[in-house]
Structures are given as structure tokens and as C-alpha cells.
């Protein structure tokens, strides 16, 4: 199970982190990502990191803007966001794959962050 957090109100230039807590499995053996959906558009890839945190990847419209971490021991991933932009508003969910496919099979409930100018 995973439970997507830290998503509300905030301006353009602000910052926020999201979180997203695992349960029910062995989290570190899964590789974590970010997606969002803004209305009226498809769900996009954001961001993703490895089973160790070693190597992580951005969708090009959050690059040198976003910073995802994770820590294991807490069974929890970050999303941190800076420099936030009205296009950055949407429902953020985290989800989890397994390092043998490249489809994200398990999914958070989504927290909706909102950038307002």
C-alpha cells in the first residue's frame, strides 16, 4: 500500500516536498516513481529512483527544479519541488515496480498540489 501526502496550496516560485509512505512489502526492493495528472490531460511520468537511491531520473519539465530521494528505513520516498509553476498543478501519485519490468504496478491514492499566481 502506498499513501501519498503533502500536496496543497501553494504560489508560483514556492516550494513543497511530497511524501509517499509504503506498507505491506519489502519496500526497498522496489524501484519508486512520481506521476501526475493535470485536468483534462494524461497521466505523466515525473520522476523515479532506484532501489538504493543510486540513480534517478526527471521528467524534463521538473529537471533542476525537482529532487527525489528515499529512505528506506522509513519506507518512504520524497518528491521535493522548487521554483513551482501553475503548470506543476496536478495529482501526484506515487507508484512501485519491481527492477524486472517497466510497468509501475502498484499505485498511491494521489495528493493534488495546486500552484496558484
Known amino acids: 500500500q502506498l499513501q501519498a501526502s503533502g500536496g496543497g496550496l501553494v504560489q508560483v516560485g514556492g516550494s513543497l516536498r511530497l511524501s509517499c509512505a509504503a506498507s505491506g512489502r519489502t519496500f526497498s526492493g522496489y524501484v519508486m516513481g512520481w506521476f501526475r495528472q493535470a485536468p483534462g490531460k494524461e497521466r505523466e511520468f515525473v520522476s523515479s529512483i532506484t532501489l538504493s537511491g543510486g540513480s534517478t531520473s526527471y521528467a524534463n519539465s521538473v529537471k533542476g527544479r525537482s529532487t527525489i530521494s528515499r529512505d528506506n528505513a522509513k519506507n518512504t520516498v520524497y518528491l521535493q519541488m522548487n521554483s513551482l509553476k501553475p503548470e506543476d498543478t496536478a495529482v501526484y501519485y506515487c507508484?512501485?515496480?519491481?527492477?524486472?519490468?517497466?510497468?509501475?504496478?502498484?499505485w498511491g491514492q494521489g495528493t493534488e498540489l495546486t500552484v496558484s499566481s
Open positions: 507508484a512501485a515496480r519491481t527492477t524486472n519490468v517497466s510497468v509501475y504496478k502498484y
